[in-house]
């Protein structure tokens, strides 16, 4: 099963923005920036909500880009689309991720989120 993404070409501002804009996004972006290159099984994430809530978080971030998702066998892993999304917008995801670090953020796996400098 493969499911949909958008090139890097289609990724828009507009929707990276939007979908960075919900706290639990942002805590699953934080995550996934501080674990860079790892694909991450998507229960790595059941603590910020439900099933079916984060299900929702993380099909938001593949369709805007931000994530892509990979089918295998019966899990899901996530991995952060940073080359996409820095050749794209240039130093924006580090903004963002830096901004948030001052934020009130769920913590993902019980553990506070390291944020690179």
Excluded: W
């Excluded at 099909?59 to 820095?86: F, P, Q, Y």
């Amino acid at each position: 099963m493969t499911l949909p993404h958008p090139t890097a070409d289609q990724i828009i501002l507009p929707n990276v923005l939007a979908v960075l804009g919900d706290p639990t996004r942002l805590a699953i972006v934080r995550y996934l920036a501080s674990k860079e290159g790892v694909p991450l099984n998507c229960s790595r994430f059941l603590d910020l909500c439900s099933k079916t809530n984060l299900s929702y978080h993380l099909a938001k971030l593949r369709e805007a880009g931000v994530t892509r998702t990979e089918a295998v066998g019966t899990s899901r892993l996530i991995t952060l689309r940073r080359d996409d999304l820095d050749r794209r917008f240039p130093g924006l995801l580090d903004s963002v991720i830096a901004a948030a670090g001052d934020a009130s953020l769920p913590a993902v796996g019980g553990h506070e989120i390291e944020v690179r400098a």
